[in-house]
Structures are given as C-alpha cells and as structure tokens.
C-alpha cells in the first residue's frame, strides 16, 4: 500500500530547478534512503515529502489513510533549539501536540506515552533537564523520542547520525531497525551511503532527479552504486 | 514605612493613576507572554517595528483628526500582517525589512505632525509615553485584550510551544504554523498600540523583550519561562509607576530601567546558579 506518491515533481528554490521528473511511492513497510551528493535536490524533497513546501509541479499524494499527525520526522537541529529554554520532558511531551487538535493540555495517556519512549531511548533520567544543556547525542536523542511519539505510521530522517561518535550511531540505528520490525515505515535523507546501505532495504540516489530506485542488493551491483559507495570512502 | 503606605494610597486615589495601574498591568502582563515567543524566535525586532508603524499612524490620526485608536489598531496589525510575510520569504531578510518599515513609518509620523502642529507635546507624549494618556476606553480595550490573549494562550500553549521549538515539525505534522504566527503577530500589534501611549512608542518593545530574557538567564523550564516573565513584567511595572510618582520621572523610562535592574539582578544570579 503506497503511503506517499509523488507525480512528476519538479523541485526548486525561487525559479531555479533543482530536481526534475520525479516518480516513486513510498510503501508501508518499506526502510528507504534518499541519499545524493549536497545539492542533489534531496533536503527539498524530504521538505516537499512533509508538505513543508510545495513542488513547483507535479502532485504529492498521500494514500492508504495517510494523515499528516501521523507522521513523525527528526531534522537536523536549529539555530532556535541551541538556546531552548524547555525541559526535555516539555519537548518530547510536544510530539503528541499534532494528535491534540484544538483540544488543550495533554491528557495522562499524552505523558505516558513520552514517558514511554523515553524509557525506550533511555533518557528517563534527563526528564528535568534543560534542552540546551545537553550534548549533541543527548539532543538528537531526545528529538528521536519526540519524533517518535509523533510517528504512528512512518518516520522521516534527516541526517540523523551527523556530528554521532559512531557508538552512539550505532545505537541509533539499532532504535530505527527495531521500530522498523515493529511494523513503522522509515525514511532516511543522508549523505552518509554507507549507513543507508547497511541499514536501510531501499535506496533512492538522487542528483537533479532520481538516477536509481531499488533494493540495496540491486545498489550495490548497479554502476552508480559501485561508483557512489566507492568514492565515498572517506565520508 | 507607614508613611510610605499612605502616599501610596493616595497616588492611588488619583483616577488617571489608578487607570494607568490597572491597563498598564494588563498590557504588561500580554507584552510578557507574546514576548516569551518572539524572543525565541528571533522576532524581537518585530515588537519594536511596529511601535514605530503605531507612531506613525498616531500622528498621521491626529493629523487627519481621525480617532487615534480605531486608525491606529488597523493600521498595526496590517503591518504585523505584511512584516511577517517580508520575513518568511527570503527576497529580503527580516531586520532589514523591519528597519525599513519602522524608519519609514517613523518619518511618515514626523512629517505629518509637522506639517499641521509643529512637534508639539502630543507627538512628545506618543513618543516618550505618558501616564495622562489612558482614557476609560484604554483600560477597557486593554482588559478585554488581555483576556483574549490570557485565554489563547492557554488553549494553545502546546501549539505555540510546538510552533516556537521546532517550526518544521509542527507544519509537518500538520499544524498550520502560518496562522499561529499570525495570531501572535495580530495579538502583539494590539498590544504595542495599547501600551505604547503610556510606555512611550520608542519604548514600548521593551516590555515585550525584557521580562521574557530576564526569566530565560534562570529558568530551564518553558513553563516557567512563561510565568517568571509575566511575573516580572507585571511587578517591574508597578513599582515603576510608583517610583515615577514618587521621584516625578517619567513613567515608561522608569519602567524600563527597572527592567534593566532586574535583568541583570537575574543574569547574575543564572550565572551563579549554572557555575
């Protein structure tokens, strides 16, 4: 069942086209990495993906009871998160804020639900903590549980592992394949190919379009792959 | 001290006094929660453009003979409306959208004054504030305001938590980010025209501005950001436009200062605290 079409969408910044002529579905079940060079047009289409932004043409459906407060995403961090002044509690509780509608406060189930996930992420113990004063591991950690009490049907990544020590990138990806098996779709932006094709089950590589949508198997014996995976050695 | 008490039961008998206590607390009280989300979205500057967009339109009003209130009100919030847009496309950035706007208004407000009064005490009061300004419609404006905004901002304070931390996520996940933004923005212009008359229009984005910071050099916790700062808003008025009766200074500039104070009171005691 196709989540998320999109029809012959054209991508770009005031005027300029960045990507062209693209065509996919994004299935429940699927573990997809967009992943290209900087510049490939890739950061748009996730924007354009989360209706962040339009396309310039083209359509962007969702299907299969798709809603948007279903959906969870962890970007890359802000200028305005630096100096948040709010618990971390505050901000995972927030992930739940699309489900409210218009109705105020959380209810129990809302904090329980943080809580939860929390506990999963093993951050229980930074529930009173300030946001900005906790290191990069500790931050994307908590985004992650935020993002994951908004995820009920598929999970957007944008370049979750930049600036992890690989342990702790590690761990993350352990968290992300766990809730893939427990049935959430993934979908991962990055330029970091070898943790898309350790990871993930299927791989767009984008440059001004797509150029390979497939299997990570089917990647890796593609020319595009084997030159992509190659030259990236000291990524 | 008994002595005090009686003076200051006396400067409250005063009905201009009393007025100015009880819509300048409430004008406070709004400047201090808008303030806490514009701080931290980097739209600070947003408060103080429009007092200046208020300036303008008050003396264009006084010049037409228009009534000030009902020009001015519209005319604000269209430009919160239109200052919000400069900043969300990228063509031109926000500050220097935001300096074009206010120097602009600013020199549409001096022209006008000058071309029938001359730059008489009016134009003085409006641009340094004065306690004589609030009229019986002031207090009941500021009080219906502040209740607008008291209750809008409970019934959306995790949407405007959600829209403040992470602007992306609350859109992707379906909130309509413009709109909040835009209620905030309508919300603070009537609020900047409020309370400028007494604050002064060159003043009043400080009490949008002050009472947030102060409370984030200690508090950890949005929530108490939230109340910190309302709290501080609200008393550094008070014992402002007491001290300003007592020592005859003017109003606005000694609220102001006293927020000054106790920023740096708070800056001081946040840096012990996180040592």
Do not use: W
């Not at chain 1, 209706?51 to 962890?74: A, D, H, N, T």
């Not at chain 2, 071309?115 to 009941?140: C, H, P, Q, R």
């Not at chain 2, 019934?155 to 933004?181: H, L, P, Q, S």
Request: glycine fraction near 8%.
């Amino acid at each position: 069942m196709a989540l998320i079409t999109c029809e012959n969408v054209s991508l770009g910044y005031e005027g300029l086209t960045v990507a062209k002529d693209i065509n996919f579905s994004i299935y429940q079940g699927d573990y997809l990495s967009v992943i290209g060079r900087n510049g490939s047009g890739k950061s748009t289409l996730l924007k354009a993906l989360l209706r962040i932004k339009e396309p310039e043409r083209g359509k962007i459906v969702y299907g299969g009871g798709l809603k948007q407060s279903e959906i969870g995403c962890l970007a890359q961090q802000t200028p305005v998160q630096k100096d948040f002044p709010a618990s971390v509690f505050e901000v995972v509780l927030s992930g739940r804020a699309p489900k409210r509608g218009l109705t105020p406060f959380y209810s129990r189930a809302d904090k329980k639900d943080a809580l939860d996930k929390m506990e999963l992420l093993g951050i229980t113990n930074l529930k009173e903590r300030c946001f900005r004063e906790l290191s990069g591991g500790q931050r994307q950690r908590a985004l992650l549980a935020r993002a994951m009490c908004a995820a009920e049907k598929i999970l957007f990544l944008d370049e979750p592992v930049t600036g992890l020590d690989p342990v702790v990138t590690t761990e993350f990806f352990n968290i992300i394949n766990e809730m893939h098996k427990n049935g959430m779709t993934i979908v991962m932006v990055s330029h970091d190919i070898h943790c898309a094709v350790k990871y993930s089950g299927r791989i767009i590589h984008m440059d001004g379009g797509i150029l390979f949508d497939g299997t990570v198997d089917e990647y890796k014996k593609s020319k595009i792959g084997a030159e992509f995976i190659g030259g990236h050695k000291h990524d | 001290m008994t002595d005090l008490f009686e003076y200051i039961s006396v400067m409250f008998s005063y009905t201009f006094i009393l007025r100015a206590l009880i819509a300048g607390a409430l004008v406070s009280l709004c400047a201090a929660l808008l303030g806490v989300s514009l701080v931290l979205k980097k739209y600070s500057m947003i408060g103080d453009g429009l007092s200046h967009v208020g300036f303008g339109a008050i003396a264009l009003a006084t010049a037409l003979n228009f009534a000030p209130m009902k020009f001015t009100v519209p005319v604000v919030v269209v430009a919160a409306v239109l200052l919000l847009r400069v900043s969300e496309s990228s063509k031109i950035k926000g500050d220097s959208a935001i300096a074009m706007i206010s120097t602009g208004a600013l020199a549409v407000g001096i022209l006008a004054a000058s071309m029938t009064t001359g730059m008489n005490t009016d134009i003085n009061s409006y641009l340094f504030g004065s306690i004589l300004a609030m009229t019986k419609e002031d207090v009941v404006l500021s009080a219906i305001l502040s209740f607008i905004v008291i209750v809008l901002f409970i019934v959306f304070y995790n949407k405007i938590f959600a829209v403040t931390f992470d602007e992306n996520f609350a859109a992707a996940t379906g909130t309509k980010v413009k709109a909040y933004n835009m209620l905030i923005a309508v919300l603070t212009s009537v609020t900047v025209v409020l309370g400028m008359r007494m604050m002064g229009a060159l003043l009043i984005s400080s009490l949008i501005i002050f009472p947030s910071l102060t409370a984030m050099r200690v508090c950890k916790k949005f929530k108490s950001v939230i109340f910190v700062s309302a709290l501080v808003s609200v008393l550094c008025f008070v014992a402002g436009l007491i001290i300003s009766y007592i020592a005859s200074t003017p109003t606005g500039a000694t609220v102001v200062v006293l927020n000054i104070a106790v920023f740096l009171i708070f800056a001081a005691a946040g840096k012990i605290i996180n040592k």
